[in-house]
């Protein structure tokens, strides 16, 4: 696991941007893993920038995403599917039907995961999987307990994640109550994971997840368990991170850092 300090959540969320278009050019068939919450708004935000300024080209690129609620159907604006239109699916060059996401709304909601997991595979796999952390240390809706090496499956949420979820919805009875995610050995499957975080809230979990005892309890913490894990931070999120100067140490002196300095 590599740990990358930025100073604010703007720079912060510029190089995760960065890291995903350099992928991109790349290779333009990546096989892109996606994440929702409040945090990625900003990186969609740049990567539809690039798109526009810089001629960013999606026109190839597969799309995953780790989650979606049960019960809300793709075009609810509380739906991630509605999330990822907002904000990067309708303003770029992305093939519609490259684009995947749980389907919530299955009648048979278990066989849905194991076709979710099944694409993956037809596709080849995970290249770049972007993640976030929830407050209690989920990444996806890998709730507390989640085995390390689930699969994609149905996961009830826990009131921690359902009222933090619950600005979105206005009213915390309408947050539903469970989700489709892919497992955590799902994620782990991925050949890179990059992990974004930022503001003094999260500083807790992102110590924990970094620095703390590999634990069911905390999803994130099975990154330190991955080959290519990146972690990236800004200083508030990073304010409790022991190994601090370590990190920007990294980040100032290795080779494959300085285009990003
Ligand atoms: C939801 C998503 C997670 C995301 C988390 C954090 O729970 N399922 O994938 O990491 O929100 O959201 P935020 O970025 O708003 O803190």
């Given at each position: 696991m590599e740990v990358i300090i930025q100073q604010d959540a703007e720079a912060a969320s510029l190089l995760v941007a960065k890291l995903i278009?350099?992928?991109?050019?790349?290779?333009?068939?990546?096989?892109l893993g996606l994440a929702t919450g409040g945090?990625?708004?900003?990186?969609?935000?740049?990567?539809?920038?690039?798109?526009?300024?810089?001629?960013?080209?999606?026109?190839?690129?597969?799309?995953?995403?780790?989650?979606?609620?049960?019960?809300?159907?793709?075009?609810d604006p509380n739906s991630y599917r509605q999330y990822m239109q907002r904000h990067l699916f309708s303003h770029v060059n992305i093939n519609p039907r490259m684009t995947h996401l749980p389907n919530g709304m299955a009648a048979d909601l278990d066989?849905?995961?194991?076709?979710?997991?099944?694409?993956?595979?037809?596709?080849?796999g995970v290249d770049l999987q972007l993640l976030g952390i929830g407050r209690d240390g989920h990444i996806g809706f890998n709730e507390p307990l989640s085995a390390l090496l689930s699969r994609t499956r149905v996961k009830a949420l826990t009131p921690t994640t359902v009222a933090q979820n619950a600005i979105y919805f206005g009213d915390p009875h309408k947050v539903p109550r469970r989700a489709i995610t892919m497992g955590v050995g799902t994620i782990l499957d991925a050949r890179r994971c990059l992990l974004l975080a930022t503001g003094a809230h999260k500083a807790e979990i992102v110590a924990k997840a970094v620095e703390g005892p590999v634990t069911a309890m905390i999803s994130a913490t099975a990154l330190q368990l991955h080959?290519?894990?990146?972690?990236?931070?800004?200083?508030?999120?990073?304010?409790k991170l022991q190994g601090h100067e370590y990190y920007r140490w990294i980040f100032q002196t290795e080779p494959e850092w300085a285009e990003f300095r």
């Open positions: 278009a350099k992928a991109l050019r790349e290779n333009p068939f990546l096989v945090t990625m708004e900003a990186v969609y935000a740049h990567l539809v920038r690039m798109h526009k300024e810089e001629g960013l080209d999606f026109s190839l690129c597969r799309t995953f995403n780790l989650d979606e609620y049960v019960g809300l159907p793709p075009d066989r849905e995961c194991d076709e979710y997991e099944k694409l993956i595979k037809r596709f080849g080959p290519k894990c990146t972690v990236v931070v800004d200083e508030a999120a990073a304010s």
